[in-house]
Structure formats: C-alpha cells, structure tokens
C-alpha cells in the first residue's frame, strides 16, 4: 500500500494485536500510534496543506473555540487527495473495524466537519463531545482518526490533545501533536476530548492535522447517552473554566448593579 510499510495481512494482524489496548484504554477506546504511515510520504502531504489563514472553508471564533477548517475535499492537492482516500479505503476501513470491534464502518467522503483543521498561536477547542448523527446521512457516529502535521513540534508549543473522565473530574491522557501521529477514538456522547489550552507556539507557527469521522448504520444504546439521541457538538467546563465563568459572571453582576458614577471612580 503506498502510504503505510504493510501489507494487507500485515495491517489486519497488528490491528488484532492492538485491540484489547484500543478497548480498554483509559478514559474510553483511545489509542495513537507514532510514524504509522512513511514519512517521506507524509511529508509530499504536509507539503501541500492548505493555509487556511488565508482561505478558510470555515473558521469558528468564539468562547468554546479558536479555529480554522477545510469543507470538502477540492481544498486537497493530489498527495492529500490520495491520502485521505485511502484513510476511506477498504483496507483502512478494516483495520479500524478489527482494532476497534466496531463492524460496518462507512467513511464520510464529504469530510463534513472533517478534513484540514488548522490552530493559530492562541487557539484552542475546549473540551466536548462530538454530534453523534452526520448531519445528513443521519448515521451514527462511531469513530475519530486524527493525523497530525506538526513537525519539529515541542511540548512548551501546547496544542495537547486531551482525553476526560466521563464525570469532567480531571484529564486522563495528553498527546502531543507531533508529526506522523494518528490518534483515534471512539465517539460516543460522553468521550469528552479537546486541546482546551490556548496554543502558545512561535507565531510563524500553526497547529495543522487532518480529521476523519466515520459511522455506522446504528449504535449500541450504551454509546447513546440518556436523553441524547441526536445531538450537535456538547461542550463541557473544566473545574478551572467554571471558576473562571464564575467570576465572570460575578464581573459582570457588579458592572450591571454599581451607578455609573461609582463605576468611572473605581475604573479610575
């Protein structure tokens, strides 16, 4: 296969052989492997990523997230093309069904919500739970696979990949964005997951990766949630963005309840 060093046989086997860490891992199905496709193939991909500061297909802007995003696939150039069409393949496909036991997997060639995602220094995507139905096929969402771009990428760079407790008690697992790492996951409406703290690498410098969603023809109800049986993206608070709200709020209650003239002599 041109962009992995494994036969067919080869990708099953190892995906077998990783399946009981996929499913049990902490805090949901998670697992990242490092250098998984060649890198020198990688590279003729990351040399074609689209700047979306230039040209964003969408670009989110508020308190929940900072962000950048391809739609579609005619953002690609012919490696990226190539690319994501075999992380859609069928012998892609079977691998993610054997390492993650979750059978029929249909990809999403419209890459909605997927493809490029690009993060400026003080960026983030606080942490959440992804819509659960694509929103027009209204299949159920099953898994996430993210291929990171970052090259020469540093740990006081941020941009972690962060994995929570089903209860939003504490993080359980951060993964550095590094060049050549896949992550992937489960998607159910409780596998909360974001990079919550703002980017803090050099300003010439961008978070990039690539995003693939894919589904099934129904779940199982213990990956539905009570009460959540089609849903858009569910943000959740860290302890430190409640206090940070809370304080906000208090701010603002002040503001709204101090006369003019009191507020102008503390301004002062």
């Given at each position: 296969?041109?962009?992995?060093?494994?036969?067919?046989?080869?990708?099953?086997?190892?995906?077998?052989?990783?399946?009981?860490?996929?499913?049990?891992?902490?805090?949901?199905?998670?697992?990242?492997?490092?250098n998984?496709?060649?890198p020198?193939?990688?590279?003729?991909?990351?040399?074609?990523?689209?700047?979306?500061?230039?040209?964003?297909?969408?670009?989110?802007?508020?308190?929940?997230?900072?962000?950048?995003?391809s739609?579609?696939?005619?953002?690609?150039?012919?490696?990226?093309?190539?690319?994501?069409?075999?992380?859609?393949?069928?012998?892609?496909?079977?691998?993610?069904?054997?390492?993650?036991?979750?059978?029929?997997?249909?990809?999403?060639?419209?890459?909605?919500?997927?493809?490029a995602?690009q993060i400026?220094?003080?960026?983030?995507?606080?942490?959440?739970?992804?819509?659960?139905?694509?929103?027009?096929?209204?299949?159920?969402?099953?898994?996430?696979?993210?291929?990171?771009?970052?090259?020469d990428?540093?740990?006081?760079?941020?941009?972690?990949?962060?994995?929570?407790?089903?209860?939003?008690?504490?993080?359980?697992?951060?993964?550095?964005?590094?060049?050549?790492?896949?992550?992937?996951?489960?998607?159910?409406?409780?596998?909360?997951?974001?990079?919550?703290?703002?980017?803090?690498?050099?300003?010439?410098?961008?978070?990039?990766?690539?995003?693939?969603?894919?589904?099934?023809?129904?779940?199982p109800?213990?990956?539905?949630?009570?009460?959540?049986?089609?849903?858009n993206?569910?943000?959740?608070?860290?302890?430190?963005?409640?206090?940070?709200?809370?304080?906000?709020?208090?701010?603002?209650?002040?503001?709204?309840?101090?006369?003019?003239?009191?507020?102008?002599?503390?301004?002062?």
């Open positions: 296969m041109e962009f992995i060093n494994k036969s067919v046989e080869e990708l099953k086997a190892f995906a077998k052989e990783k399946n009981e860490e996929y499913i049990h891992a902490d805090p949901f199905p998670n697992i990242y492997f490092d998984f496709f060649i020198e193939k990688l590279k003729e991909v990351l040399a074609e990523f689209p700047d979306l500061t230039k040209n964003p297909d969408l670009k989110f802007n508020d308190p929940n997230q900072v962000k950048l995003a739609k579609g696939e005619y953002r690609f150039g012919e490696k990226t093309l190539s690319f994501m069409h075999f992380l859609n393949s069928q012998p892609f496909l079977e691998f993610l069904s054997t390492l993650t036991g979750i059978q029929n997997l249909i990809p999403d060639p419209f890459f909605d919500g997927g493809g995602h400026q220094p003080g960026g983030m995507l606080k942490i959440h739970a992804d819509f659960n139905k694509h929103p027009n096929t209204k299949l159920d969402r099953r898994i996430n696979v993210l291929v990171y771009m970052n090259e990428w540093h740990e006081e760079y941020g941009g972690h990949f962060e994995l929570w407790d089903t209860e939003m008690k504490g993080v359980r697992k951060k993964i550095l964005p590094l060049f050549n790492r896949m992550a992937l996951f489960s998607t159910t409406s409780n596998s909360y997951h974001g990079h919550p703290n703002p980017l803090t690498c050099p300003p010439d410098r961008t978070r990039k990766s690539l995003a693939l969603y894919y589904y099934s023809n129904g779940r109800e213990e990956g539905i949630g009570a009460g959540s049986a089609d849903h993206t569910i943000f959740k608070y860290r302890p430190e963005d409640r206090k940070s709200r809370l304080i906000s709020s208090l701010k603002e209650v002040i503001k709204q309840i101090t006369p003019p003239i009191l507020l102008g002599g503390l301004k002062k």
